[in-house]
């Protein structure tokens, strides 16, 4: 106990409280996947809304998990360590459960990179790493029940149980949807597309 007591209190509070608002970021960022943002669009909220704002959750879930990192390096308890924040499977103290974070974490940070250079990127190369999303989240789920000392109590129980329960009404939704018709990779989005309909000319220009 005299190790975890070197590291000041509002560290640790820092480390879980940033890791379940990463989580309940990263499930709202994977329910958007899930609903797919060129379905879930109406009048109000069109396709540039929908997909704007599954951006800016991820890369707010992203600042989050990069506090809930920082916090957890500094915690002596812990024993990431910075190698350990990259590497997983290292740190002292459950080094499995921790390992999965990681894991969780890594595919993030390739996920966002590919996401921002996407315009520099194959379509068949980017999908490929995106793909890591769907691997990224149960890893955090099982991260957070198995290494967060908060996963046993009811509040923070409740609260992976929530994230749980999101994401698979998103996937129930989109089942219910069905399939929507390809656009292609040189299809523009529909957000794009025009709206009216071009005027006829009935005189001379």
């Known amino acids: 106990m005299t190790v975890a007591l070197e590291t000041p209190k509002f560290v640790w509070y820092l480390m879980r409280g940033s890791g379940f608002v990463a989580l309940a970021l990263l499930t709202l960022t994977v329910g958007l ?21 599954h951006r800016n959750i991820s890369l707010l879930a992203l600042c989050f998990l990069a506090l809930h990192v920082l916090t957890a390096t500094l915690d002596s308890w812990v024993g990431l360590g910075w190698l350990g924040s990259v590497v997983p499977f290292v740190s002292s103290y459950r080094p499995l459960w921790v390992g999965l974070g990681v894991l969780a974490g890594d595919l993030l940070l390739a996920v966002m990179a590919t ?61 219910h949807a069905g399939p929507t018709r390809p656009t292609g990779d040189g299809a523009a989005p529909d957000a794009l597309r025009p709206t009216t309909r071009p005027l006829i000319r009935t005189g001379a220009p």
């Open 33 to 53: 996947g899930v609903v797919g943002v060129n379905r879930w669009k109406t009048g109000r909220w069109p396709r540039l809304v929908t997909a704007g704002l």
């Open 115 to 175: 996401s921002l250079l996407r315009r520099h990127l194959r379509h068949r190369t980017w999908r490929l790493v995106h793909w890591g999303a769907w691997a990224m989240w149960p890893l955090a789920i099982v991260h957070a029940l198995g290494s967060g000392t908060d996963a046993t109590a009811p509040w923070g129980l409740a609260a992976v149980l929530a994230s749980i329960a999101l994401v698979a009404a998103a996937a129930g939704w989109r089942l």
